[in-house]
């Protein structure tokens, strides 16, 4: 039987502004019932993802900080395809098998906030903040902000200064091993894993489960930090803002949603199962 995998992006995609998804209760029901694995893979912290995994009522692996992390519920049957080898170093945590792809945001804090000290760049990120400003500057309420900045891999800036700056300190950074990705409002700064590092390494563990199953894989995102994930797929479900699309895609299917975050999600996502399976 065909497996369907398919791997989200969260905020303007899955979720709307207000962080509900509501207006994708239709496809997130018609996804469960038909037995497709639904893979969540954001720029938002495990402790985030976990939330919403447990509101969604998942048991599939969650993709945290961009690609840097990837966990395993130890409840799922995928975690015994996570085996630690010379190329993944997968960990034991309470819940999950874990399989860090980035660097650590010590790293990352320390040569930001350097280069920041030492050339006056004007930026500020998540841990320039306290709880209660991250929950002003995101809308996030206090226990979500508390979530936001359990970080690992990865450290969100706002950026005040010029693009001449900007391209001085995006190459300081980049020197150093550090990479530079402009998501919906942030600029995330990060090691080189990405999201479609997360997705293929998500779909590997998925393919050794189901050897022998065809495997039609689908992404669906709507920001830049989405791209490299949606080319990976074998079909790419792109999302709009309110003012258009911010991306091009090039893959193998490219489906453009006729509406912003979940209303889009949801429609696109039953048109593409109802054809798929017909």
Same mark, same amino acid.
Request: charged share 25%; with cysteine; aromatic share 8%.
């Given at each position: 039987?065909?497996?369907l995998?398919i791997?989200?992006?969260?905020?303007?995609s899955?979720?709307d502004?207000?962080?509900?998804?509501t207006?994708?209760?239709?496809?997130?029901?018609k996804?469960?019932?038909?037995?497709?694995f639904?893979?969540l893979?954001?720029?938002?912290?495990?402790a985030?993802?976990?939330?919403?995994?447990?509101?969604?009522k998942?048991n599939?692996p969650?993709i945290?900080?961009?690609g840097?992390?990837?966990?395993?519920? @130890?409840? *799922?049957?995928?975690?015994?395809?996570c085996?630690?080898s010379?190329q993944? &170093?997968?960990?034991? %945590? $309470?819940?999950?098998?874990?399989?860090t792809t980035?660097?650590?945001?010590e790293?990352?804090?320390?040569?930001?906030?350097?280069?920041?000290?030492?050339?006056?760049?004007?930026?500020?990120g998540?841990n320039?903040?306290?709880?209660?400003?991250?929950?002003?500057?995101?809308?996030l309420n206090?226990?979500?902000?508390?979530?936001?900045?359990?970080?690992?891999v990865?450290?969100p800036?706002?950026? @005040?200064? *010029?693009?001449t700056?900007?391209?001085?300190?995006?190459?300081?950074l980049? &020197?150093?091993?550090? %990479? $530079?990705l402009?998501?919906?409002?942030?600029?995330?700064?990060?090691?080189?894993?990405?999201?479609?590092?997360?997705?293929?390494?998500?779909?590997?563990?998925?393919?050794?489960?189901?050897?022998?199953?065809?495997?039609?894989?689908?992404a669906?995102?709507?920001?830049?930090n989405?791209?490299?994930?949606?080319?990976?797929?074998?079909?790419?479900?792109?999302?709009?803002?309110?003012?258009?699309?911010?991306?091009e895609?090039?893959?193998?299917?490219?489906?453009h949603?006729?509406?912003?975050?979940?209303r889009?999600?949801?429609?696109?996502?039953?048109t593409?199962i109802?054809k798929?399976n017909?």
């Amino acid at each position: 039987m065909k497996k369907l995998l398919i791997v989200t992006d969260l905020d303007a995609s899955l979720i709307d502004k207000n962080y509900q998804f509501t207006e994708a209760l239709e496809a997130l029901e018609k996804i469960k019932n038909l037995g497709f694995f639904l893979v969540l893979n954001s720029s938002k912290t495990l402790a985030e993802l976990e939330s919403i995994a447990k509101e969604l009522k998942l048991n599939t692996p969650l993709i945290a900080e961009n690609g840097g992390i990837v966990a395993v519920p @130890h409840g *799922s049957q995928l975690s015994a395809f996570c085996k630690p080898s010379k190329q993944q &170093a997968w960990e034991h %945590r $309470t819940d999950y098998k874990t399989l860090t792809t980035g660097l650590s945001r010590e790293y990352i804090l320390e040569q930001a906030h350097t280069a920041r000290a030492r050339h006056g760049y004007a930026f500020e990120g998540f841990n320039d903040w306290s709880v209660s400003e991250l929950s002003e500057k995101t809308g996030l309420n206090h226990t979500d902000a508390l979530m936001a900045v359990q970080r690992h891999v990865s450290e969100p800036i706002l950026w @005040h200064d *010029s693009e001449t700056q900007w391209e001085k300190f995006s190459t300081q950074l980049e &020197a150093k091993g550090i %990479r $530079t990705l402009r998501g919906g409002k942030f600029i995330h700064l990060m090691g080189r894993a990405d999201k479609a590092d997360g997705f293929m390494i998500t779909r590997e563990l998925y393919k050794a489960q189901f050897p022998i199953s065809p495997w039609t894989t689908v992404a669906v995102g709507d920001s830049a930090n989405d791209q490299s994930m949606l080319e990976s797929a074998d079909i790419a479900i792109v999302i709009p803002h309110s003012d258009g699309f911010k991306i091009e895609v090039k893959a193998p299917q490219v489906i453009h949603a006729k509406h912003p975050s979940s209303r889009g999600w949801n429609d696109a996502l039953i048109t593409l199962i109802h054809k798929l399976n017909h």
